[in-house]
């Protein structure tokens, strides 16, 4: 299930199931389990579950563990992160899994996602941006979510 923000319709999530590469049973940065099977899993190679709300949203869950992030407008130009890193809640540190194994995979993703942003804001507050479009094929989720979000400030201003 797939489903994106639509100014008329008000969907604002996506659901879906992405396999991993061969030999990956999780998001490690060996594609190893890292951790105990959470839940009901019995089998390692179920790839991953993806869940994302717009605008600010996303949990990837392997059979492993699981990796939410929340971004929340914190002024202006500064945002609060918090990402949380969920294993079977029968799973005991340093004896079921290490941290050192758990987090590394998305702590350096995220890390690099956000200096990309942080590049990103210094272009945009250039005397020499100009916005242009969004790309069609990488970036329909977030023109959506603009419409909508245009849509929904205009009414309120009304």
């Given amino acids: 299930m797939s489903a994106f923000p639509d100014a008329e319709n008000h969907v604002w999530f996506a ?3 992405t396999p991993l590469a061969d030999g990956w049973v ?3 940065m060996d594609g ?3 951790a105990p099977f959470m839940g009901d899993y019995q089998d390692a190679d179920v790839g991953t579950l993806r869940i994302r709300t717009l605008p600010n949203f996303w949990n990837h869950s392997s059979c492993d563990h699981g990796v939410s992030t929340r971004l929340l407008p914190a002024g202006p130009q ?3 992160i918090r990402v949380c890193w969920l294993v079977d809640e029968k799973a005991i540190e340093g004896r079921d899994y290490d941290l050192s194994k758990l987090m590394p995979f998305w702590q350096l993703t995220s890390e690099q996602d956000w200096h990309i942003c942080e590049r990103q804001q ?4 250039s005397s020499a941006y100009t916005p242009g479009p969004y790309s069609t094929f990488k970036e329909y989720n ?3 979510f ?5 849509k929904t400030i205009s009414k309120s201003a009304s």
């Fill in 15 to 17: 659901v879906n199931r």
């Fill in 26 to 28: 999780s998001e490690s």
């Fill in 32 to 34: 190893k389990q890292v």
């Fill in 78 to 80: 500064l945002t609060a």
């Fill in 122 to 125: 210094k272009g945009v507050n």
């Fill in 142 to 144: 977030v023109e959506s």
């Fill in 146 to 150: 603009v419409r909508w979000y245009l």
